[in-house]
């Protein structure tokens, strides 16, 4: 095989109270990762498409080659790979837009070159290269673009990372505002110190959501949604915030919060068609703060990444 072709998918990461400890994977929007072994000896970025020019060349400076050269390293393997990128998602965006071109990139080169190593070993070379994006080793959004599903990070020293079988079936929409947050700035905005009341109460949410999801009690999962550590103080990032989430709330979603750092938003409910009128009232209710807003809908994505 001389050249791979991925889909890697974007990703809800946080889902309420599970700041940098919970993520699911989307079927879309995702990114497609090309790599082509080449004889230059080096590791090269030779096109990205539909970043609208926002994404570095460089490839000491792209999540994609930065996780690919990591692992290159890590096993002292010299050779030459072209990359090629094509964004199908908004950078920026709260949807993993850095963590897909990572899993990509790190997913096609372990089959590419037929490594055959284990997921665990892959995400700690995309959470390099989600670091080089965020300033921080957070694998909310890398775990589940790599492994598919619905993924709690239970530690990150020593990393563990568990899948949860989740019994509800749920469907995601998704509201992206047209607004660009940079995680590495929106995490500077989250306190230090966080007083044990606040700190007692996500760590009920969180065992909430994980109990709801496991049990499928959706009324659980739709009160455990709610975040003390972020959300409060990263809403004010997202013009018309708190009514974006109320219109979701009105059109029957379990819960609404912010992905990531924003500035999108996403909601569960039990179907598809309420999946689609709730997505369609976020997006009205967006339109007076900001313009060329999208939506997505999609189910919790079990596959993770697949060769294209
Ligand atoms: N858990 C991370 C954060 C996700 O909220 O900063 C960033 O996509």
Redesign the pocket.
């Known amino acids: 095989m001389k050249n791979i072709k991925i889909f890697a998918p974007a990703s809800i990461?946080?889902v309420g109270p599970?700041?940098?400890?919970m993520?699911f994977a989307l079927y879309k929007p995702g990114d497609e990762i090309m790599v082509k072994l080449d004889n230059h000896k080096k590791i090269v970025i030779s096109k990205i498409t539909g970043d609208g020019k926002k994404l570095p060349l460089n490839p000491e400076k792209n999540t994609a080659t930065v996780a690919i050269k990591s692992l290159l390293d890590a096993y002292n393997i010299k050779i030459g790979l072209s990359v090629s990128i094509k964004k199908r998602m908004g950078i920026g965006s709260?949807?993993?837009s850095?963590?897909a071109s990572a899993v990509g990139g790190v997913y096609a080169v372990n089959k590419l070159l037929g490594l055959n190593l284990r997921r665990e070993e892959l995400l700690y070379h995309a959470m390099a290269g989600e670091y080089i994006a965020?300033q921080?080793y957070?694998a909310?959004?890398v775990a589940p673009a790599l492994y598919g599903g619905f993924v709690l990070i239970r530690s990150y020293d020593p990393l563990d990372i568990i899948k949860i079988k989740t019994r509800n079936k749920l469907f995601c929409s998704v509201l992206y505002p047209d607004i660009e947050i940079r995680?590495s700035e929106?995490?500077k905005i989250?306190k230090n110190k966080i007083p044990i009341k606040k700190a007692v109460a996500q760590a009920g949410n969180s065992a909430g959501v994980i109990t709801g999801l496991v049990t499928g009690d959706n009324k659980l999962l739709g009160r455990s949604m709610i975040d003390h550590f972020?959300e409060p103080y990263?809403k004010f990032l997202i013009p018309g915030y708190d009514i974006i989430r109320e219109s979701a709330l009105a059109e029957g979603a379990i819960n609404c919060n912010?992905?990531?750092?924003g500035p999108s938003m996403f909601s569960f409910c039990e179907s598809e068609d309420k999946a689609y009128s709730i997505a369609e009232a976020m997006k009205k209710a967006s339109a007076k703060f900001t313009s060329r807003n999208k939506t997505y809908i999609s189910r919790i994505n079990e596959k993770g990444p697949i060769v294209l």
């Open positions: 990461s946080n599970g700041f940098d400890i993520g709260g949807l993993g850095s963590a965020s921080a957070h909310d959004n995680t929106a995490r989250i972020a990263r912010i992905t990531g750092s």
